[in-house]
């Protein structure tokens, strides 16, 4: 084995072809088949996906770096159910380019984070966090209410969304902007639309309770309110996974 | 600078800035109200900048052939200075950072200064600036030694030093803006990474150039690692990078995997991030510096043979142990915590290979704090190696996951190997680049090593004692049945962790501060005493490899 060895040392392209080939195998077997086995993603056929202004907040939501701190991962443990609801499902994040697991808490899980709390008081909490949990350490984002939504390129986004692999149809992309719009101001003409191509469970309200205009505060308001409820999957009793096709 | 390239290659020079320029103003003008036409702006700044500094230097003479007979070093120079400005710059933001978790108001009401797009700038700064730059430029400096060949060109080291730090300040800058795919430690956009890209095939071809040249028989073991460095970084960035940006006219864009399958890939990359830019690389740079240093062989060529195949085959399965308990089959949990586990074996093997060597050279380690910089990464490689694989097995995982433990655990290996290994070999480079007895001062030196020792134990005791109470607060019941603790008790009982934490960080930085100082001065009085240079050691053949395997 060595004598061996002392010949290969002597060849450039026989350390690399080494190299390659020996760097290769684990994520060939690993990975791969994540993508051939079915059972490695449950069926849900109640799956819907993202609203363009949930959209737009997950990508707030990525932009600050929250990940950094807020995991969306309940683990199959006693104590993490208890504190944080069902554990996290496999379907659960099936439309999330990129996933948003996380991997540190210095803030708690935010797997089932929707409808936990109303949208005054994360309004309250993202302007300061302190003023609704004294001993906070997360940053304050104020500057999320005073900064208007950027809405002209969502059709883009969910465009590309498609092109990975999430279901938005035609009139979802033509309509995104008008969406994001309307699920921010329940009065206008434009909050049928949503509920049309969204469904009737589609939260449609003033998130940042300022019906006139949209903010960011809007899109990351919604998108917090969205977590863990696209899906009952999680809810239901364990054995989706075996009923596969 | 300009001096040294050849004509010919200075015509190179000049098309590359300006396809740079031009690809710049297409950036700047295709993104006009987005993120990415600042970086076009950018790029085309540094591309015009550097355009004029080559037609300044264009019709200087052209370098003497006699160059041929000495190692080219100018470019490990400059990368071992970036290295350093990276160093103290990341390491002031992950400061910041750590005293903002214990003290949230120590910022300004603006998103640029906020944790999250802080934090990016640490880790990236750190990791690819700090240690990129270290990496790039001893490669540089012991490829050629241990070939005996020179760099076969100059135009294409430039590129590629260049070329990586304008990927960094590109990475940096657009955290800032909020640029990011929140793909930990692969956060820049689809852009960067194609420039990434370009600049690290730049990188494999020069140093198969150069090993193409060499005079020695054998390809010594830390070319191995190096190579396995570059390979592998360049695999695993390209797969977890693929994305569909949702214009060319946006920074924004769209993993290709979703869900489950994108975090398995995530952390196959994560990992092995760890695995071959944060080890193998810096382990090529042992094998270098250390015995060269001690003045002893490495300890035994079998035991580097066992190791570097043994790191290159084990590391790749064991991503998935950062999935444990979640929504990842858990065959593929399985896979990651048996192969952790297995990682042990090489890891030590090296670690134990490392400290091996010093035997006969104990005496230097006591007197010498360079070499005390190597031997306490070889031993803070074998502890964190140790600690990694203990983590990886899964009811140890289920209390330290999440926790701050995690940070702890890369702090060792971050702040115990990478950087003291770094420090090391930067100290005995810089005297032997600019030809100088030693260091400006040894005191300083002396300093650097007590104060990133003191610092380092500090972080890492810190985040042991907050991770492993958070862990179990989180998890403790009280008698009837309940969870004991809120995860706000857990936040409060951190408190003093994050300030100790803190403290930590600022003797490490405190120590990079002098280091740099030291460096800065070194070179000063080096330029100064010598504005004749003698001629370089021969490329053609005194010079022999530092430790050429046995059979």
Not at chain 2, 237 to 265: C, E, R
């Amino acid at each position: 084995m060595f004598g061996f060895h002392y010949r290969l040392e002597r060849k450039t392209i026989g350390m690399v072809l080494g190299i390659i080939g020996v760097a290769s195998i684990g994520g060939i077997v690993e990975i791969a088949p994540l993508f051939t086995i079915h059972q490695t993603v449950e069926a849900a056929p109640d799956m819907r996906v993202y609203t363009p202004l949930e959209l737009a907040g997950r990508n707030i939501y990525i932009r600050e770096g929250c990940y950094a701190c807020h995991s969306q991962m309940i683990r199959t443990l006693r104590d993490e159910v208890e504190r944080y609801g069902p554990y996290s499902l496999a379907v659960e994040s099936k439309y999330d380019h990129p996933m948003l697991w996380g991997s540190k808490r210095t803030g708690p899980d935010l797997a089932r984070l929707g409808e936990k709390y109303s949208d005054d008081w994360h309004v309250a909490h993202m302007i300061n966090p302190r003023d609704v949990v004294p001993e906070s350490v997360m940053p304050a984002y104020a500057f999320l209410a005073r900064t208007e939504l950027r809405t002209d390129d969502l059709g883009k986004h969910l465009k590309a969304q498609r092109a990975v692999g999430v279901p938005y149809t035609d009139a979802m992309i033509a309509n995104a902007p008008a969406d994001a719009y309307g699920q921010a101001s329940p009065d206008s003409p434009a909050a049928e639309g949503v509920v049309e191509r969204y469904g009737k469970a589609t939260m449609v309200r003033a998130f940042d309770g300022k019906p006139n205009d949209l903010t960011e505060m809007d899109a990351l308001v919604a998108y917090l309110q969205i977590l863990g409820r696209l899906t009952d999957a999680a809810h239901k009793p364990v054995a989706s996974a075996e009923k596969q096709p | 600078m300009i001096g040294e390239l050849t004509k010919s290659e200075r015509q190179g020079a000049l098309l590359i800035l300006l396809a740079l320029a031009v690809t710049g103003l297409a950036m700047a003008v295709g993104g006009s109200n987005d993120p990415l036409g600042t970086h076009g702006t950018l790029v085309m700044v540094v591309a015009i900048v550097g355009t004029f500094a080559v037609i300044t230097g264009y019709y200087a003479p052209e370098p003497p052939e006699s160059r041929l007979d000495s190692y080219y070093d100018t470019p490990t120079k400059f990368g071992i200075v970036a290295a350093m400005v990276w160093a103290v710059i990341a390491m002031a933001v992950g400061d910041w950072v750590a005293w903002l978790l214990a003290f949230p108001e120590w910022t300004f009401d603006a998103a640029w200064a906020s944790f999250g797009r802080l934090r990016p700038v640490h880790t990236s700064g750190v990791i690819f600036g700090f240690g990129g730059n270290a990496l790039i430029a001893t490669s540089f400096y012991v490829m050629q030694r241990t070939s005996r060949a020179r760099l076969p060109d100059q135009l294409s080291p430039w590129f590629v030093l260049f070329g990586y730090n304008l990927f960094c300040v590109i990475a940096a800058t657009g955290y800032l803006m909020g640029v990011t795919q929140s793909k930990e430690y692969a956060e820049p956009e689809w852009y960067a990474d194609i420039w990434l890209v370009i600049v690290w095939v730049t990188y494999f071809v020069l140093y198969l150039r150069t090993l193409n040249r060499r005079k020695e028989p054998h390809i010594y073991v830390s070319n191995w690692y190096y190579m396995a460095f570059i390979l592998v970084v360049a695999m695993l960035h390209i797969v977890n990078n693929l994305a569909v940006p949702i214009s060319w006219g946006s920074a924004k864009s769209y993993s290709l995997f979703a869900g489950v399958q994108d975090a398995m890939t995530e952390w196959w990359y994560g990992h092995n991030a760890v695995a071959f830019f944060l080890t193998s690389g810096f382990l090529g740079m042992m094998y270098y510096y250390m015995p060269k240093r001690a003045g002893r062989p490495i300890y035994s060529y079998r035991m580097s043979i066992i190791s570097f195949w043994g790191i290159t085959f084990f590391y790749m399965w064991a991503g998935s142990h950062h999935l444990h308990y979640t929504a990842l089959p858990q065959w593929v949990q399985s896979l990651g915590m048996t192969f952790s586990v297995m990682l042990l074996v090489p890891s030590w093997v090296s670690a134990g290979n490392a400290l091996m060597t010093l035997n006969g050279a104990w005496h230097k380690v006591r007197d010498d704090a360079v070499l005390r910089f190597m031997m306490v990464a070889a031993v803070f490689y074998g502890l964190s190696t140790f600690e990694g694989s203990f983590m990886a097995i899964r009811p140890v995982n289920a209390l330290s996951h999440y926790t701050d433990w995690t940070v702890g655990h890369v702090h060792a290996g971050a702040l115990g190997w990478v950087a003291m290994i770094t420090f090391g070999a930067i100290y005995a480079s810089v005297p032997w680049l600019w030809k100088r007895d030693g260091m400006y001062s040894a005191k300083l030196v002396e300093a650097h090593f007590w104060l990133s020792l003191a610092g380092t134990i500090i972080y890492v005791f810190a985040m042991w004692n907050s991770g492993i109470i958070q862990g179990l607060m989180w998890r403790t019941y009280n008698e009837s049945g309940t969870l004991a603790y809120s995860f706000v008790d857990s936040l409060i009982a951190m408190h003093p962790y994050y300030i100790a934490r803190a403290i930590g960080g600022v003797f490490f930085l405190l120590g990079a501060i002098i280091g740099f100082y030291n460096i800065w001065m070194t070179i000063r009085t080096a330029s100064q005493a010598q504005s004749q240079a003698e001629p370089d050691y021969s490329a053609v053949g005194i010079e022999i490899p530092a430790v050429q395997p046995g059979r």
